[in-house]
């Protein structure tokens, strides 16, 4: 679901604070980090750089991590510099509610926080972006639910139904992750999602097609791993029919660049990964992903777009988002 889109205002000045004036960093260069921001990048400029070659436009498609905890300074950054215009939001409800949680646990002991935190809904955790259009899809929505909640034995499969109707959801979320999601791993995991999750990529999808979405960002909670798949779609979509085309080792460095770039957040990772039952193999970008999914869709589907028409994207507005991301 969208919000409505509001008069994008004039320039954002940030004034200036100690933390801007001691940077170690050049303010001035695109590649800057932000203060709050981890895991973002602009795909655009990492495929080209690692390619060494112009094959796709640069700041017009980008990815992180949430952006719940971004500063004032990040805010402008997303505003001013990169003229942000949608932001494509991964996660789940129970991810939205978990964050609302913590920012409101925050709020009581910042309570000057409060000032740049959207006030709309329920939703107090986002970032307020004026301007932005959001849209949430959760890309594990109810399909992908189902599925994982099919591949349970009948003891656990009862077991799990106990645990939600009796108010546990922690727990039975605990079981399946122990039972499905950790044998599966996080290449089997993917494979399932563009199995099951079809409506949310076509969701995603419609709003690439549309020339007002860009600048966009794309990301999940952690910017990894299913805001790598759509990334990743993406790349591949271009590549199949692209000269020169995007190398493949180019795609997977795109992928596993995730691993460092949420190293300073690692503890926080290990957290919430644990307190839903499953191990440190989720905090890494396994080697071979890239050349799985790649594999499983040309076997599977025919490739990027033969999987893309099979979940009812049309033929003209595949091609329209492949120009668009290619650099001529």
Not at 59 to 87: C, K, P, V, Y
Not at 229 to 242: G, H, K, R
Not at 256 to 263: F, G, N
């Amino acid at each position: 679901m969208g919000q409505k889109r509001s008069k994008r205002p004039t320039r954002l000045t940030p004034s200036p604070s100690p933390s801007a004036s001691s940077s170690s960093f050049d303010l001035a260069s695109p590649d800057r980090p932000f203060d709050n921001i981890l895991n973002f990048r602009d795909v655009g400029r990492s495929i080209n750089e690692f390619s060494g070659d112009k094959i796709l436009k640069e700041g017009i498609l980008f990815r992180s991590a949430r952006l719940d905890d971004a500063s004032e300074r990040d805010r402008h950054r997303l505003i001013d510099d990169i003229n942000l215009s949608t932001i494509i939001d991964l996660r789940s409800n129970t991810e939205h509610e978990l964050a609302t949680r913590r920012r409101q646990n925050s709020i009581s002991l910042h309570s000057s926080e409060d000032s740049r935190i959207s006030q709309t809904g329920e939703r107090r955790h986002l970032l307020d972006l004026l301007g932005v259009q959001r849209h949430f899809i959760s890309l594990t929505g109810r399909a992908f639910e189902r599925l994982l909640l099919w591949r349970l034995d009948w003891y656990n499969f009862i077991k799990v139904l106990s645990l939600l109707a009796s108010g546990y959801r922690k727990d039975a979320i605990k079981l399946i992750a122990a039972q499905v999601m950790k044998p599966c791993g996080l290449i089997g995991l993917a494979q399932d999602t563009l199995d099951s999750s079809r409506s949310e990529i076509r969701d995603i999808f419609s709003v690439l097609t549309k020339d007002g979405s860009y600048p966009i960002l794309i990301h999940c909670t952690q910017g990894k791993d299913r805001t790598g798949l759509i990334i990743m779609l993406l790349l591949l979509l271009v590549s199949e029919a692209t000269t020169p085309s995007i190398p493949l080792t180019a795609i997977a460095s795109d992928y596993t660049k995730s691993e460092a770039e949420l190293r300073p957040d690692l503890d926080s990772l290990m957290k919430e990964i644990t307190d839903i039952g499953l191990d440190e193999e989720f905090a890494k970008t396994p080697s071979g992903f890239t050349e799985a999914i790649k594999s499983y869709l040309d076997m599977k589907y025919g490739g990027a777009r033969g999987y893309l028409l099979s979940i009812g994207c049309e033929e003209g507005n595949i091609e329209k988002v492949r120009k668009r991301l290619l650099f001529n």
